[in-house]
């Protein structure tokens, strides 16, 4: 439900069709309301509706013939041959707007009327939203490979639970943008602690894998939001229901068990020791967790114990040649893939579409996008899994710039597959990422590129806005971008077969083929510790991870 908290401005933000209200003191009790909107509110007659921001100052009784039928008179400029409503003197909505709740019953838009002069705060908020979530990248990245990834997914899940409890019962626009910050912040922490304990708890024969099977968590909180926001049509009760589960999650992550990897590298073994044991025990496999004893676990991270006694940095994401390449590389990666998805994704009225209809149809598709390229970097490896998506998922976004807006079957069709390989490109780089980095700095690295994902969706709604001047624009912005990245990714190293790194020495290691070529002993020992891990753990680990 964590993604399903990402996706809910498409909801609890849309738009309605509004037209200003009637004049104040004016009595039209005898016309129908299509009169009443007749005489005070002016077509607007390229898209065939009332004017959303302007009414006409008096009422235009000569709008009406004799038997209340509409009578518009039109003059026709000789000089750019265009149609113009008749001479009347117009004015803004100074008495309010009246809306037509058919898709939900209430919106923030509605509520806070959010429209004609103040309809940027929508993209505002989202941004605000977004800003949440890039300021909890970078606290929560640090604070986990201090405080451990147990201990910030518990906080992680008691701010989402408040945040959104508190957003939904907001009295004003920037109450409610508070606590969507607060929960955009906890957003970070859920989904950066929740995928670091399972690369950290999965060995690397199944990482692929059970990487997939997370992805898939993202996938069914898609579809479960459009079934929640169907029956809940009201923005505070969705805002709530959204939000309780995290309450849930909360109680039972204490069962959940720190990672013996952070354990081992903050010298508290004899606690991973303990984690293992009681892993293996819950697996059914008691006489492997009795061989496991301090002086295995050790040796066996004899040499990453040794280079984990300094403290770590984002500066050491750039400290040599190697780390500076996979960090400016996964940066673009990340920027790009999440500036174009949320693009897509977080304006789903611009289709024409039924929204929970298409919430569903960007939702599902993720489910084929995501078993290619699982197959896809099994067989052919992580890093032209990741480059293809990017690519393929940039032209198809700059195709749809050529299709005319009425075709609206064949634009959103472009749209769902351009969504589905962005959606397995951020499957891609998830696990792509976390093999990338050693353990020592694994958060600091995730932290990082979660952070730059969320400057591209910060920046997302905003080229929106370029819409109204050039309606062509926020579409090639956003073609344009993962395809550069795309190129970028070739220069990243691959990461197929090839054991965790632990140390920033192992990546430079790997950097010349000497760990993919020649796994260390150690390492596979270490990796057999890892086996243990308890099936019961991983699926709850799975179901409970969070965000993209």
């Not at 309301?33 to 007749?38: N, T």
């Not at 019953?105 to 949440?132: A, F, N, P």
């Not at 690397?204 to 996938?219: A, I, S």
Request: proline share 4%; aromatic share 10%.
């Amino acid at each position: 439900m964590a993604f399903g908290d990402l996706l809910e401005q498409n909801f609890v933000a849309s738009v309605p069709p509004h037209h200003c209200s009637v004049h104040r003191n004016l009595s039209l009790s005898s016309l129908s309301p299509e009169q009443v909107l007749l005489l005070t509110v002016p077509q607007d007659i390229k898209n065939s509706r009332p004017e959303r921001c302007l009414r006409y100052a008096a009422p235009q009784w000569q709008l009406l013939s004799e038997n209340g039928t509409y009578s518009l008179k039109v003059k026709r400029d000789s000089s750019n041959d265009t149609e113009d409503l008749l001479d009347a003197e117009l004015q803004g909505c100074k008495d309010g707007w009246e809306y037509s709740m058919t898709e939900m019953s209430s919106t923030i838009i509605s509520e806070w009327d959010l429209v004609c002069d103040l309809r940027s705060l929508k993209q505002m908020g989202q941004t605000i939203y977004m800003g949440g979530v890039l300021v909890g990248a970078v606290i929560f990245g640090g604070l986990s490979d201090r405080f451990g990834r147990r201990f910030l997914l518990l906080i992680s899940n008691l701010l989402m639970a408040v945040g959104g409890t508190c957003a939904a019962f907001s009295t004003s626009f920037s109450v409610f943008c508070l606590f969507r910050f607060i929960t955009g912040m906890a957003l970070s922490g859920l989904g950066l602690n929740s995928f670091s304990l399972i690369v950290e708890w999965i060995p690397t024969r199944v990482r692929t894998v059970v990487g997939t099977g997370t992805g898939y968590c993202y996938t069914m909180g898609q579809l479960i939001l459009a079934v929640v926001a169907y029956f809940i049509r009201d923005w505070r009760w969705l805002t709530l229901a959204v939000s309780v589960p995290f309450y849930i999650t909360f109680l039972y992550s204490w069962w959940f068990l720190e990672s013996a990897r952070w354990l081992v590298l903050n010298r508290k073994s004899e606690q991973a020791v303990k984690n293992l044991k009681t892993v293996a025990r819950i697996n059914g496999r008691r006489e492997e967790g009795d061989r496991i004893n301090l002086e295995m676990l050790q040796d066996s991270m004899k040499k990453e114990m040794s280079c984990s006694q300094g403290s770590y940095s984002v500066v050491d994401l750039l400290r040599t040649p190697t780390m500076r390449n996979i960090t400016i590389c996964l940066s673009a990666v990340w920027f790009s893939t999440s500036f174009a998805y949320y693009g897509l994704s977080m304006d789903l009225q611009k289709f024409g579409v039924d929204i929970y209809l298409i919430q569903v149809i960007f939702g599902a598709v993720d489910i084929p996008a995501k078993v290619v390229v699982t197959v896809s970097m099994s067989i052919f490896g992580r890093r032209p899994s990741q480059c293809a998506a990017l690519i393929l998922s940039g032209v198809t976004i700059l195709i749809n710039i050529l299709v005319p807006y009425e075709k609206q079957t064949v634009r959103t069709t472009l749209a769902v597959l351009g969504k589905g390989c962005l959606a397995a490109s951020f499957n891609c780089c998830y696990l792509y990422s976390g093999e990338l980095y050693p353990t020592i700095i694994r958060q600091n690295g995730m932290g990082w590129v979660s952070m730059m994902a969320r400057v591209g969706a910060m920046v997302a709604p905003m080229v929106l806005l370029l819409g109204e001047a050039v309606p062509w624009l926020p579409g090639f912005i956003y073609g344009v971008a993962p395809i550069l990245s795309g190129v970028v990714a070739i220069y990243l190293p691959e990461t197929l077969g090839a054991p965790l790194p632990d140390t920033i020495q192992d990546v430079d290691e790997r950097s010349c083929k000497k760990t993919i070529l020649n796994a260390s002993p150690k390492k596979e020992e270490l990796d057999m510790l890892c086996l243990v891990s308890s099936e019961l753990f991983q699926l709850a680990l799975l179901w409970h991870c969070g965000d993209p």
